[in-house]
Structure formats: C-alpha cells, structure tokens
C-alpha cells in the first residue's frame, strides 16, 4: 500500500491518532511526551505510530499535511497541529471539548 | 551548520514579508513569537505552516526544534491590553 494511503487509513481508522517520536509509554522526544500527557489527562482513548521505527512513514506524515514536524494530532481526520497547538488548545479547553465531542 | 536565533530571524522575515520575529534558542531547539498581518483570518495550523513554508528545507536541515506562538498585530495589542 503507497505510505499516503497508508496515513490516510490510519487516520480514518483512529478518531484521535498521534504520529510521535516513541510510544506513548516510551516517547523518544520531549515533545511527543508533553502530547501524550496532554491526551491521557484529557482521558482521550487514541491511536499512535511511531514514525523512528518506520522512515517511510517518518517523511509521509510529513507530506501528508505540509506540516515538517513530529509529533502530529490528527482527530476526526484534522490535522490539529503539533505540541504548541496542542499545549495552547489544552490551556483554553478547546481540546477537550474536541476529545468529548469525538468520544459522545 | 548550527542555526543561530539571528538566522532564523532573517529568514522567517525575508520570507514572510511584514512581520517581527523575536527568537531564542541554542542551536537546537528555538522558540519563536512571530507577529505577521498576514496571519489575519488564517488558523494557527495555517499560520504555522506559512512559517514552516518561510523556512523551507532549513526546517529539515539546520532547525531540530522550533515552539511557536504566532499572532496578528492586532492580537499582540489585545495581548498587551490584557496584561496591564
């Protein structure tokens, strides 16, 4: 399967899907970690690849959305942005309103 | 090559075009307030990505990490209302 419809699969398949560096329980970079945290403590059940353990996957989200840098927040399909985005929509609430309305 | 905070700021700002960049960072990981009026009516998804457009390759090549926080003019003063 070509890599972009590969994302797209995955991203179809999981209403909230993280492409970190690591896992969620092992995550390789500050900045995947901060957005796990940020999802586990809005109780977000979600989906998560690891782009180290797969190059191809690694330049494809890349491509995916013209957005150069991991970790990548996807819910409901939407590209919800990177760990800045993240953080700035935990702050003012606006993820988990999005979280809920996905798990309601 | 090392990225510096100087080189960062220019090139957002060459490219960009009407905009003030402060910057701090220590060749890795830089964080970058980025006010532009070309950011007006744009999303912060789009927003970051029409920075991330400005930098290009440099994004691959010389910048591991780059925080940012963008705004209009206009949000900068609503901002600075705010705080006094």
């Known amino acids: 399967m070509e890599i972009q419809e590969r994302i797209r699969k995955v991203i179809d398949e999981n209403s909230v899907m993280l492409f970190m560096k690591g896992s969620p329980d092992f995550p390789q970079c500050g900045f995947s970690g901060r957005v796990v945290q940020i999802l586990e403590a809005c109780d977000a059940k979600f989906g998560s690849a690891d782009v180290l353990t797969d190059p191809e996957l690694r330049d494809g989200i890349k491509a995916y959305s013209n957005w ?37 | 090559m090392m990225a510096t905070p100087e080189d960062i700021k220019e090139w957002i700002e060459q490219n960009l075009g009407q905009s003030e960049v402060e910057i ?61």
């Open chain 1, 68 to 104: 150069p840098t991991i970790p990548q927040l996807y819910i409901q399909g939407e590209l919800i942005g990177g760990s800045d985005i993240v953080m700035e929509m935990h702050e003012n609430g606006e993820l988990k309103k999005k979280i809920d309305a996905v798990d309601g």
């Open chain 2, 24 to 84: 701090s960072g220590d060749g890795r990981h830089f964080d970058a307030v980025i006010v532009c009026a070309g950011f007006a009516g744009k999303t912060r998804i789009q927003q970051h990505q029409m920075v991330y457009a400005a930098l290009g390759d440099r994004m691959k090549d010389d910048i591991h990490a780059l925080s940012m926080r963008t705004m209009t003019p206009e949000d900068r003063t609503a901002e600075t209302t705010v705080d006094q």
